[in-house]
């Protein structure tokens, strides 16, 4: 920023004020600047009024403006683009506005260009008229900041005007019970472009917090901040230092985690993993996308990670009018990297493998199923072989299954670097486990973790039978004694749901099965109360009795 706009005020010297009305000696120094945003771009324009009592602009109903900015060329000049209003002087500033008038500033320094003093303090925008202009009234000093740190641009009148969504009452229920995302039904009027850092405010003028705004995806608003926090680039920087934090007190055996989960670490739709010396991240909304280069120097700063690569490729994106886009943003990403968890190395593939490379959040489930590994283990859905590679320690014989050829390739690879036996087989799980219960194949203990079933509400009867379909034969397949670990990361089909379906297939398996484990998600990947969307993994560890 400009040195000149970071000078503080002093509230000493000559001021606008030429002949003050009222009886507060205070107020005497003050004048008032009002921000006019007529209805057509690029016409907005600086007024100030001068010789009024700050004080009257807030207590009377109505304010006339004395004086246009053109009269004025320390006040025009900053922002004097665009043909002055001439009406400003004519116009009438009620107070029935969704906001009270606002003082902008105590202007203390004679002939203080208007900008300036917006920029030093708290600054506030009043319309020029009594229509919708009400959206953009009000705004922070912080708020207005980070978003000039945000597009580093030098103050325009554009910049001025900060962007802002009203959103109805449904959408402030919503923001009450904890809920972070406003849809678009919900939204009652928008003054904010494609990815804007927006102030969201209730159709009665409150102001309830900052947020990224979509003008895509049906999750029209994501909230950052409440009241009047400022979510500006330090709130985004303060975040991320929680997050890794609080994964760095998780003491994870394993080189690589989730350092930050998007809602549950108050960053919307932002995924950032590590990977040994490299992070990979998601933007996947249109505000995190613009927020890239506050959230990759954070991270370089914080973690001085070799490379930060952008794994920007989900079809989430689509949605939001992204594109789709692998890419280094920060110093070196090697094709393969090397990470270790619980013992077991991999080579991971951070550009093309599924998720960021690896399922993290997997990680403790694979310990904890590692507890019951004996005899003969059959991982399903294994991908790069995380279950069966752990597992196949404490077994005599794994097979692991997945109809990825790369997935099982990348299976015998870790096999190999590992020194452990994993008979992978390339074969659709359905069809193999017919053929195996044909077989009168029998296991110790089977895993189950497929891709999401139920990607949408649609699709959730579908993916019950799906999901029944594969517990049935799992079931089936398992010798007496024998444990099944049994998973969904549908976040459509809740743990309630899930069980149900396990409880049916254990019905028509015709056997005793007892939970010995309710799992989820791991703790790098923790669930936000009142957002259901975060907790999405659910796993059970059961015994088959019978
Ligand atoms: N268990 C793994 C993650 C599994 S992800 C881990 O801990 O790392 C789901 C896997 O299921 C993917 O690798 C995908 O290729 C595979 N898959 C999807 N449909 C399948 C099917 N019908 N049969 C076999 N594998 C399937």
Same mark, same amino acid.
């Not at 004048?31 to 009592?53: F, K, M, T």
């Not at 994106?317 to 886009?325: S, T, V």
């Given at each position: 920023?400009?040195p000149a ?9 000559? $001021? ?22 007529p ?11 001068? =010789? ?5 602009? &807030?207590?009377?109903d109505?304010?006339?403006l004395?004086a246009?900015?053109?009269d004025?060329?320390?006040? @025009?000049?900053?922002?004097?683009? @665009?043909a ?7 116009? *009438? ?6 906001v ?12 203080e ?5 917006? /920029? ?8 020029? $008229?009594r ?44 923001? +009450?019970?904890?809920?972070?995302w *406003?849809?678009?039904? #919900?939204v009652?009027?928008? +003054?904010?472009?494609?990815g ?19 003008? +895509? ?10 009241? #009047?926090e ?29 350092? &930050? ?6 960053? %919307? ?15 996947l909304?249109? =505000? ?10 954070t ?29 280094v943003?920060? @110093?070196?990403? %090697?094709?393969?990297v090397?990470v ?6 991999? $080579? ?16 403790e489930?694979?310990?904890a ?19 069966? /590679? +752990?597992l ?9 299954? $997945? ?14 670097r ?31 973790? %497929? ?27 398992l010798?007496?004694? =024998? ?6 990361c549908s ?12 409880y ?16 989820m ?8 109360? =009142? ?10 560890i059961?015994?088959k009795?019978?």
């Amino acid at each position: 920023m400009a040195p000149a706009l970071e000078r503080r005020v002093e509230p000493e010297g000559e $001021d606008l004020v030429s002949e003050p009305e009222g009886d507060d000696p205070a107020a005497h120094r003050q004048d008032v600047g009002v921000v006019v945003l007529p209805r057509q771009a690029r016409r907005e324009q600086i007024v100030a009024e001068r =010789g009024s009592n700050a004080g009257d602009f &807030v207590r009377r109903d109505l304010l006339a403006l004395a004086a246009a900015a053109e009269d004025d060329a320390s006040i @025009g000049l900053p922002l004097g683009h @665009g043909a002055p209003d001439r009406e400003a002087d004519r116009r *009438i500033v009620d107070r029935l506005f969704a906001v009270r008038p606002v003082i902008v500033d105590l202007v203390a320094e004679a002939r203080e260009r208007l900008l300036q003093v917006l /920029l030093e303090r708290e600054a506030c925008v009043i319309g020029a $008229d009594r229509d919708a202009h009400d959206a953009r009234l009000y705004y922070t000093l912080s708020a207005f900041r980070s978003q000039l740190s945000a597009d580093s641009r030098e103050p325009t009148a554009e910049s001025l005007v900060i962007p802002t969504v009203i959103i109805a009452a449904r959408g402030e229920e919503r923001l +009450r019970s904890g809920h972070p995302w *406003i849809y678009r039904a #919900d939204v009652v009027d928008v +003054r904010a472009a494609a990815g804007d850092r927006v102030l969201v405010r209730s159709a009665r003028g409150r102001t309830l917090g900052q947020a990224l705004y979509s003008d +895509r995806s049906q999750i029209a608003i994501r909230m950052l901040s409440h009241g #009047d926090e400022p979510a500006d680039d330090r709130l985004i920087r303060r975040r991320i230092e929680a997050a890794a934090a609080f994964r760095e007190s998780l003491r994870i055996d394993a080189t690589a985690y989730r350092l &930050v989960h998007g809602e549950a670490d108050l960053l %919307p739709s932002l995924i950032v993993d590590r990977y040994g010396d490299y992070l990979v991240l998601q933007a996947l909304s249109q =505000g995190m996308d613009r927020l890239m280069p506050v959230v990759v120097s954070t991270l370089a700063d914080l973690l001085h990670p070799r490379g930060i690569l952008a794994r920007n490729d989900p079809r989430a994106r689509l949605l939001e009018g992204l594109e789709q886009r692998v890419e280094v943003l920060e @110093g070196e990403v %090697p094709e393969s990297v090397e990470v270790r968890e619980d013992g077991i190395e991999y $080579d991971v593939d951070v550009r093309r493998g599924q998720k960021t490379g690896l399922f993290l959040d997997q990680r403790e489930n694979r310990e904890a199923a590692a507890l019951y590994a004996r005899g003969r283990i059959l991982d399903c859905f294994s991908y790069n072989g995380g279950f069966a /590679l +752990r597992l196949a320690r404490g077994a005599q014989e794994t097979i692991a299954l $997945d109809i990825s050829e790369e997935a099982i390739a990348r299976v015998r690879a870790n096999a190999a670097r590992n020194r452990v036996a994993v008979d992978a087989r390339v074969g659709n799980v359905f069809d193999e486990l017919r053929g195996l219960d044909r077989l009168r194949e029998r296991f110790d203990a089977i895993v189950l973790d %497929p891709p999401a079933f139920a990607k949408s509400k649609a699709a959730v009867e579908k993916a019950a039978a799906g999901y029944k379909e594969i517990n049935l034969r799992a079931l089936k397949l398992l010798a007496p004694g =024998g444990t099944l670990v049994t998973c969904s990361c549908s976040y459509h089909v809740s743990e309630a749901a899930f069980a149900e379906i396990v409880y049916d297939a254990a019905i028509d398996a015709h056997t005793h099965v007892t939970v010995v484990e309710k799992r989820m998600q791991g703790r790098d990947h923790p669930v936000l109360l =009142g957002v259901p969307e975060t907790y999405y993994l659910k796993c059970l560890i059961l015994r088959k009795l019978t």
